[in-house]
């Protein structure tokens, strides 16, 4: 009875066929090649940030291990390496070695650019490939989302639901930012995307819509709610098991009424739930939810009927709660969770690797800057830590002025979207 | 001499390491013990034969089991529900005594006053609910799933709740929960 996933043998998304393959087969290997050279200046730079601790000074100290590490997992190892800095940086000025500590900061800045170059390259080589998968027939997820989340900080939830469902196939989705995060996927121009969304509804294996009140696409007033709820594709999908709506945590029933006490969404003292519930009552008999409380996502199970995928504990962590919110419809799917094993014997050999990488000789790729006019080597590292500054200056910015996630009842509408008496 | 420095030696590092894992053992009990959120969470989702309870375990416990369901009855009969692998039946029309099923009760809305009256709680088995006992195992890792088998599926979120058993440690705790079912 399980629709287990198979082959989707009328993709949408062929194009120009063969043509169209070899081209992201092409943009692939590129993008692979760009990550590797970028991995490598990027570790060549960090190994000559840290010469100066290796106990040979013709060998790559240990801790250029580290740099390995954070291409792999930037999120975690970036507090590593950031301790790791701050430690030398303490037993350097104790020590009044003050040449080890400049030759740092003049090389940090450039390992780390060259690292988030490796990052982006590997992540679009990534994506090019999932696409030419999907191209040849291969099941997706397609994942819904308003064009605002662009601008909340849902990173790390998107990186984790891309995650858990991965064993069903790669995930579509629609974003507006040039840098990949890490739930980079499969991305089209919105054009093409409006061209096509019916198509891509239809042949999906898993369509998840993450609930807001608004898609954000810039009409006041007109766009209160998904347009693909007022389609008859999505209507017709309900009874297959294939809808999965997402909730934020206690949006179901709070966002609304906070939003009509901003003055922007005039559609009545009601809740996202029940704006569902309305739109969506004739297709689905079933007796609904009548509260999500805690609860985070809404399942159309074969038949319409839509059930909780319960309330987990926060503890858990993101993935492992998301990946418990999900079970069912993996176990709908046929498909098994992935292991997490191969990841941590990974992390555990790297940090194998750390240990050992003390033996290989230091690598020569940037030696030639060592003869750049001094100017250059000042300027060089200057502009780069400005522009990381900045950068995290405009991200802090960002995350004030905008989403708050875990303060729902203060809800406040991101200021781009925010507007009064119809006008923006 | 140098046999009884081994020894001594050997006796001291055993001491050292029995204390050091009391030491663990005690934090990881004390952790568990004055967390809010409870050990076992789940959801409940009607297949077309049977209702998955998706479970998922959380902390630093170990063997954990649960030992008993509770189904509402009215639905347990709609859906055709019967006993999981390893789970009976138990006819009782008894209430349930606070002193020896102190934790027994399927929702946690119910306040306790109601476990020290007389009458009978809401999951006494006295008309509500259907009660099955037996044993199944709850591993770390990806949710577990106790499939309950059901002749069909209802229109309406089922309404259920468990009681587990788990080990911290050296010390035996249960606990019981509603399996969130979103209504």
Redesign the interface.
């Known amino acids: 009875m399980n629709p287990t996933v198979g082959r989707s043998n009328a993709s949408p998304l062929i194009i120009d066929g063969l043509v169209q393959y070899l081209r992201l087969m092409l943009l692939e290997f590129v993008a692979w090649g760009v990550a590797v050279m970028a991995a490598t200046a990027g570790g060549t730079a960090a190994a000559m940030a840290f010469s100066g601790w290796a106990l040979d000074s013709n060998r790559v100290p240990p801790v250029a291990g580290l740099f390995v590490a954070w291409l792999i997992e930037r999120t975690r190892s970036n507090l590593g390496t950031l301790g790791l800095v701050l430690v030398l940086t303490s037993i350097n000025i104790a020590r009044e070695d003050r040449n080890n500590l400049f030759r740092l900061l003049t090389w940090i800045p450039i390992a780390l650019v060259f690292g988030l170059l490796a990052l982006q390259a590997y992540r679009y080589a990534r994506a090019f490939r999932d696409q030419r998968r999907i191209e040849r027939g291969s099941p997706y997820v397609l994942y819904l989302r308003p064009s605002m989340a662009d601008h909340g900080s849902f990173g790390r939830f998107e990186a984790n639901l891309v995650s858990v469902l991965r064993p069903i196939g790669p995930t579509v989705m629609l974003s507006d930012t040039r840098l990949l995060r890490r739930s980079g996927v499969v991305r089209y121009h919105w054009r093409l995307w409006q061209e096509r969304i019916a198509d891509l509804i239809q042949n999906a294996s898993i369509v998840v819509f993450f609930m807001m009140p608004r898609r954000g696409d810039d009409k006041p007033g007109e766009d209160l709610f998904w347009e693909e709820f007022e389609q008859d594709a999505v209507r017709r999908l309900l009874p297959s098991g294939k809808i999965v709506l997402f909730f934020r945590e206690g949006w179901a029933n709070r966002c609304l009424p906070c939003i009509n006490s901003n003055g922007t969404v005039r559609i009545g003292d009601t809740s996202l739930m029940a704006e569902v519930h309305r739109i969506l009552k004739d297709e689905v008999s079933a007796k609904w939810p009548e509260e999500l409380r805690r609860a985070r996502f809404l399942w159309f199970s074969p038949g319409a009927k839509p059930q909780s995928l319960g309330e987990f504990n926060e503890s858990l962590g993101s993935r492992r709660r998301l990946l418990a919110e999900l079970g069912p419809v993996l176990d709908y799917c046929g498909v098994r969770p992935k292991r997490d094993w191969p990841r941590i014997f990974l992390s555990a050999s790297l940090l194998g690797l750390m240990l050992w990488i003390g033996n290989l000789p230091a690598p020569s790729g940037l030696a030639f800057a060592a003869d750049w006019p001094r100017w250059i080597k000042f300027a060089v590292p200057l502009a780069i830590w400005l522009w990381l500054v900045l950068k995290g200056v405009r991200k802090l910015k960002r995350e004030y002025y905008g989403w708050n996630d875990y303060d729902y009842d203060n809800f406040v509408l991101h200021r781009k979207y925010r507007f009064k008496d119809g006008k923006p | 001499m140098g046999v009884i420095a081994a020894a001594v030696g050997l006796v001291i590092g055993a001491i050292v390491v029995t204390l050091v894992l009391w030491g663990f053992n005690a934090l990881a009990m004390y952790g568990m013990f004055i ?1 809010e ?2 050990v076992v ?9 049977y209702l ?1 309870v ?1 479970l ?1 375990v ?2 630093v416990v170990h063997d954990v089991q649960i030992v008993e369901i509770a189904i509402h009855l009215q639905q347990a009969r709609k859906a055709g529900a019967t006993p999981p692998a390893g789970f009976r039946q138990v006819e009782t029309e008894e209430p349930l005594c606070p002193s020896d099923r102190v934790s027994f009760i399927p929702f946690q809305r119910i306040p306790p006053r109601d476990l020290t009256g007389t009458g009978n709680t809401l999951f006494s088995g006295t008309g509500h609910y259907v009660l099955w006992c037996g044993q199944f195992r709850v591993h770390h ?3 577990t ?1 106790l499939k309950i088998p059901c002749k069909r ?1 209802l ?3 089922p309404r259920i709740g468990i009681r587990y058993r788990y080990r911290v440690g050296l010390l035996a705790a249960e606990e019981y929960r509603g ?5």
């Open positions: 967390r959120t409870s969470s789940g959801s409940a989702i009607y297949r077309d034969s998955g998706y998922q959380d902390g890792g990806p949710p799933v599926s229109d309406e979120p399996v969130e079912a979103g209504e």
